[in-house]
């Protein structure tokens, strides 16, 4: 059994590579999505039998609306479909689901379904599954300084009251401890505007299996490189402060 102080309690995943694994089976894109959606269940599944209790993954982002409208279209539908179908599995397996970003821009049907999962799943302890939909980092913080000029505006907040643990309980995520681990798959080094704030000590891991690929031996993978980091969050390590 892994030593349990080496295994990241958070892990923030950008589940990339959908459409070009379906591009080299010669499918549409939303085949890709839909492997993709696989690949999710097997990576919640892998979690769990690692204990890994938060895991948080961006399934869309304020940028994927300039997408194909028949692209976005056949993700919102599969978003409600893996509603209706994995939600009650997910609930037995003890799984608390959470949706974050801003819902406002889906259709009451999706919304409901989202809500319905987070009521039906509140009170699970097992794994906390936080999913970004129409989410950008950058939103997420120009939303909380709005919050707080709000409060400075109405005279609750003096300026030097201003703490980044006072910005930070306005962020999405504000109760749960930052991601220890990034993940992203598809071979592309970027951060793609995913949880800007929260990542600022977090381990980063790029891999180039592509999302619909990605599952316990992939997870396994990116839990030995975590293993194999000395995480000094800006001190000296054991060996330099002696
Ligand atoms: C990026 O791959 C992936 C997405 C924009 C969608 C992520 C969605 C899923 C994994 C579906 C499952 C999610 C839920 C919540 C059921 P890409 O299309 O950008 O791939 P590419 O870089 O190869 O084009």
Not at 31 to 43: E, I, M, N, P, V
Not at 61 to 90: G, I, Q
Not at 182 to 206: C, D, M, P, V
Request: charged letters at 25%; glycine letters at 6%; one cysteine or more.
């Amino acid at each position: 059994m892994a030593d349990p102080s080496t295994l990241p309690q958070h892990i923030a995943i950008v589940m990339d590579g959908n459409g070009r694994w379906a591009m080299q089976r010669g499918k549409p894109r939303s085949y890709g999505h839909q492997a993709g959606s696989d690949a999710l269940k097997r990576t919640i599944e892998a979690a769990m039998r690692r204990h890994i209790p938060i895991l948080t993954v961006f399934a869309f982002s304020c940028e994927n609306w300039r997408r194909p409208r028949n692209e976005v279209r056949k993700l919102l539908d599969l978003f409600l479909k893996a509603l209706n179908k994995e939600v009650r599995e997910l609930d037995e397996h003890g799984v608390r689901i959470n949706f974050i970003g801003d819902r406002s821009m889906f259709n009451q049907t999706l919304r409901e379904g989202m809500a319905q999962a987070e009521q039906r799943t509140c009170n699970n302890t097992a794994l906390q599954l936080n999913v970004a939909v129409n989410y950008s980092g950058r939103t997420d913080i120009v939303a909380a300084a709005r919050r707080i000029a709000a409060a400075a505006a109405t005279g609750n907040l003096a300026a030097d009251d201003l703490t980044e643990e006072r910005l930070n309980e306005e962020l999405t995520l504000a109760h749960l401890p930052p991601p220890d681990l990034f993940i992203r798959t598809g071979g592309e080094k970027r951060l793609s505007n995913f949880l800007l704030w929260q990542i600022a000590y977090t381990e980063l891991h790029f891999s180039d299996v592509l999302w619909p690929d990605f599952g316990a031996d992939a997870l396994a993978a990116a839990l030995a490189d975590f293993a194999g980091r000395e995480r000094r969050f800006g001190g000296l390590s054991q060996v330099r402060s002696a």
